[in-house]
């Protein structure tokens, strides 16, 4: 079985996705970017919208098991840290930054994550 979970995001229906999928015992979040003026507020935003869809899912950080981040400049991503490990707390993820162009230049971070989906 196959859920598909929309956050009605603006490119959902432009490039053709969904927020998130469970399949296959996994909940898939797609990239995510935030809102803000700088790398840190963004983070925060993209970290809020993830949290929603794996609620929606019935996931949640903890259930995390791998983390990607894609950042135009790798050079801000040490600002995130303190953040991104509060909110992994005890159960951190396997994790990978890539440095790379982004949808659009305003953006800071996109943050795409795997996480178990809860046993029904």
Not at 35 to 40: A, L, M, N, S
Not at 101 to 117: F, Q, S
Request: charged residues 20%; negative net charge.
């Amino acid at each position: 079985m196959i859920r598909r979970i929309s956050s009605g995001g603006e490119f959902e229906a432009k490039v053709g996705y969904c927020r998130a999928v469970v399949a296959g015992g996994f909940v898939h979040v797609a990239g995510t970017v935030g809102q803000g003026e700088d790398v840190i507020t963004q983070c925060q935003s993209a970290l809020e919208t993830i949290a929603k869809a794996l609620a929606d899912a019935g996931a949640s950080f903890a259930d995390i098991v791998r983390v990607n981040y894609y950042l135009p400049d790798r050079h801000e991503f040490d600002a995130c840290w303190p953040m991104l490990a509060e909110t992994f707390g005890d159960n951190p993820p396997a994790a990978t930054m890539i440095e790379c162009g982004l949808i659009d230049p305003k953006y800071r971070i996109e943050i795409e994550v795997t996480a178990l989906a809860p046993q029904v």
